[in-house]
């Protein structure tokens, strides 16, 4: 059998087109799976935002001293954002039973 040059050229050519189209693929799948994860943490966040960890009920803006702290309107459990403690213990005088109560849990 003589030698094909073309058969050769097209079997480079096939490995090329498929290597492409792998390399392309798993770009897609790639975008498609990082749109997944971001569509799921949009998800998560709108259907947690403002709900008590513990029992799932609306949490409510409520003022405590220097901050607003998440007040839960069924259990009556309160949250804080981040830095808000510290901006109630830094306000809370020495001794006090808030201070206390979590700066020995500091430790
Ligand atoms: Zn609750």
């Known amino acids: 059998m003589p030698d094909d040059p073309f058969g050769q050229r097209r079997k480079h050519e096939d490995k090329h087109f498929y290597q492409r189209d792998q390399e392309l693929i798993e770009k897609l799948r790639a975008k498609a799976e990082a749109e997944r994860r971001e569509r799921e943490r949009k998800h998560r966040k709108e259907s947690h935002w403002m709900k008590c ?49 979590f700066k020995r849990s500091d430790k």
């Open 53 to 101: 960890p513990k029992c799932g009920s609306d949490l409510k803006e409520t003022a405590m001293g220097p901050v607003k702290v998440d007040k839960c309107k069924e259990c009556a459990g309160v949250y804080f954002d981040a830095g808000e403690l510290d901006i109630l213990l830094a306000a809370e005088k020495r001794g006090s039973l808030l201070h206390r109560l």
